[in-house]
């Protein structure tokens, strides 16, 4: 829906334009002097990565106070969640004007807050600061935020449509004043040049934010929003720890009115025709174009080939050989690699097109790694295990982080077995050694009964506090064999708390992380959302996150001006409908959901847990994300994801169509 304040039919509650005097009354005293003007516009100019700045005591403190009790009385919030953010959030607040009398009357200094922000002493005043250029006063966009513990928003550009200028003002509790240590900070990150292979200038933001601005009451940022270089976040606003003895922090409950200033509409000084369905152009093209960034992506993928055996080969060498099963059953849970069991496997696959595994490794294999992850895990600064004698091994921080950031590893580049020195770790075995090896992929071939080309390893460690992967589309034609081994040892992720009983399962259409982290029976679905009534006391969020899921793409086909785009990723997010990002061609990396509970785009779902193997045949569309890991987490989630090509024959053709 556009944020575009339109007459009610009665034509009595247009929004109303005020004077420059009548506005600048709304102002702390003194804002509008030239010299205050002149002392941000400087701070504007100089600050870094990217222009930005902070008004300090922006609003009359009574009407502020105001504004922040009739918000709690009379204003009701949905909890939303998605692969970005996940907040408490009000519907728009720009459009009042087509409230009832009886509504209206609950909230006049939200009314007066309003059109004071957006009248013209004050977007000029914005615009000189930013140079900006002309600011719309007709189209509005606004909202309430509250993020409580557990609560973020994690990297965007906020580039939509006829975005020019973001701001946030925040209401946090006036009487007790807010510590940095509580998260919730608005962090800035720098964008670093490079060129691709054509010659192009592709701007890159770095996985780590460079300015961190702490919220305060009434305090106002704000910057211009720029295409591939305004990336910014919202820090998690941390969970009381068990060390913190401290009572009196009101629950940590940051509350903010955020929105956008647009560019001049239809009718009003400063419009250029044309100008806006420009910007939503550069807003898709600024995401599309990620094809000229991806060359500086981490990780990239290293493909390995497998050679194909001869189309005479005997039947029996499709079976494991006694080296094979010796090899595997160093690693392997025995259930597995019996034929009864590989058998019952292939059918369930070939039902579900997806398998969940639990006690996968063997108790002796799994008992030493998990030893070793657990000392891994408990370091003060978190690094992704190499063993020091090997030199050819990739490692780093994902990056992008408007797409993922973890740290990751991928597997020694030696076939098809790695020599190892006695002193090799249970980790380095398992991603050096058993994932990559002919023996596991003729296993993983046999129990889904597809014929695997090629293989993409990667280990993965998503750290407290810091790491996730966003929601992406596949885009091949062809489906991808994907799996994750959870390898996570901590407890309290939603499984069974690493039970080593060997199970065979298969992950249901309806099942996926509840609040908790643990499976639902999809009454209680991840993102869902339900409006709390008026003055609601804010609970605390006990979700830990970590959970890997796969969305279902959206089928629609047509793309919107730019200025109707929904975007997760705005610290006001507007523009959201049910909790979710719908998917839009301008970012593909996003997921949608239903109306109805029982459709709600969720195919498969596993929470981060200990030795359990997810497998899953992806089609081309469907999203695919690790959901924020919450510092409030007992450790971090630790994982191996592998992609695997696989080539289908007639008969399996037949099967798909």
Request: proline share 7%; aromatic share 10%; glycine share 8%.
């Amino acid at each position: 829906m556009k944020r575009k304040n339109e007459t009610p039919a009665n034509g009595k509650y247009k929004k109303r334009a005020i004077s420059d005097e009548e506005a600048q009354k709304h102002f702390r005293k003194g804002l509008f002097q030239p010299k205050v003007l002149q002392e941000y516009t400087q701070q504007y100019a100089k600050s870094e990565p990217y222009k930005h700045a902070v008004i300090h005591n922006l609003i009359s403190d009574t009407l502020l106070r105001n504004v922040r009790d009739e918000i709690r009385e009379n204003i009701s919030f949905t909890p939303k969640e998605t692969d970005i953010y996940k907040i408490h959030q009000s519907g728009d607040l720009a459009n009042l004007d087509g409230l009832d009398d009886s509504s209206l009357r609950r909230l006049p200094s939200l009314l007066t807050l309003r059109d004071a922000l957006y009248s013209s002493t004050f977007r000029k005043y914005i615009s000189t600061v930013a140079g900006s250029g002309p600011l719309s006063g007709v189209k509005t966009d606004m909202a309430v935020n509250v993020y409580t513990p557990g609560c973020h928003l994690l990297c965007h550009d906020d580039v939509i449509g006829s975005r020019r200028v973001s701001w946030i003002l925040y209401l946090l509790d006036p009487d007790r004043p807010w510590k940095p240590e509580w998260g919730g900070a608005l962090r800035l990150y720098p964008t670093e040049i490079f060129k691709n292979e054509d010659g192009d200038e592709v701007k890159v933001p770095h996985p780590n934010f460079s300015v961190s601005i702490p919220p305060a009451w009434n305090q106002l940022s704000f910057f211009t929003v720029q295409p591939g270089e305004s990336f910014h976040d919202v820090e998690e606003v941390y969970k009381r720890g068990p060390a913190e003895t401290e009572e009196n922090d009101g629950g940590r409950i940051r509350m903010a009115i955020s929105g956008w200033f647009h560019i001049p509409q239809e009718g009003e000084e400063g419009y250029e025709e044309g100008l806006e369905a420009k910007l939503a152009e550069r807003s898709s093209l600024a995401q599309l174009q990620g094809g000229k960034a991806d060359a500086f992506d981490q990780p990239q993928p290293q493909w390995v080939k497998y050679p194909q055996p001869d189309v005479e080969e005997d039947a029996e060498e499709a079976e494991f050989s006694t080296a094979e099963i010796e090899f595997l059953l160093k690693y392997l849970n025995p259930n597995y690699l019996t034929p009864d069991t590989v058998e019952e496997l292939s059918a369930m696959f070939s039902d579900e097109s997806s398998l969940r595994l639990s006690s996968f490794l063997s108790n002796k294999f799994s008992a030493r790694l998990r030893t070793y992850l657990e000392s891994k895990d408990q370091e003060s600064h978190p690094t992704i295990p190499v063993h020091p004698s090997y030199k050819n091994i990739t490692t780093g921080i994902a990056r992008p982080p408007h797409k993922h950031r973890f740290l990751y590893r991928q597997p020694l580049r030696l076939a098809p077995n790695p020599p190892y020195a006695g002193d090799s770790t249970p980790y380095d075995e398992l991603i050096d050694t058993l994932i990559p090896s002919p023996a596991f992929h003729k296993w993983l071939s046999l129990v889904t009964g597809l014929t695997l080309t090629q293989s993409n390893i990667l280990g993965r460690r998503f750290r407290r506090g810091m790491d996730y992967s966003l929601a992406t589309a596949y885009e091949e034609d062809e489906p991808q064999l994907e799996i994750c081994l959870g390898i996570t040892p901590s407890t309290g992720w939603g499984d069974d708390d690493g039970a080593e009983e060997a199970t065979v399962g298969v992950e249901e259409d309806d099942e996926q992380p509840s609040s908790n982290g643990s499976k639902s029976n999809g009454k209680e679905k991840a993102g869902s959302s339900s409006t709390t009534p008026p003055k609601q006391e804010f609970g605390p969020e006990d979700s830990v996150g970590g959970y890997e899921m796969y969305m279902a793409g959206d089928d629609d086909d047509d793309d919107d001006d730019g200025g109707d785009a929904t975007d997760a990723g705005a610290e006001a997010s507007t523009h959201t409908g049910a909790g979710h990002r719908r998917r839009t061609k301008a970012d593909p990396a996003v997921y949608r959901s239903s109306a109805d509970e029982e459709d709600d785009g969720v195919l498969f779902s596993m929470p981060a847990g200990w030795n359990n193997l997810s497998v899953v045949l992806r089609d081309k569309g469907v999203l695919r994300f690790v959901k924020y890991v919450n510092r409030a987490a007992r450790g971090d989630r630790w994982d191996i994801s592998g992609e695997f090509a696989v080539e289908f024959g007639e008969e399996s053709e037949d099967e798909e169509k």
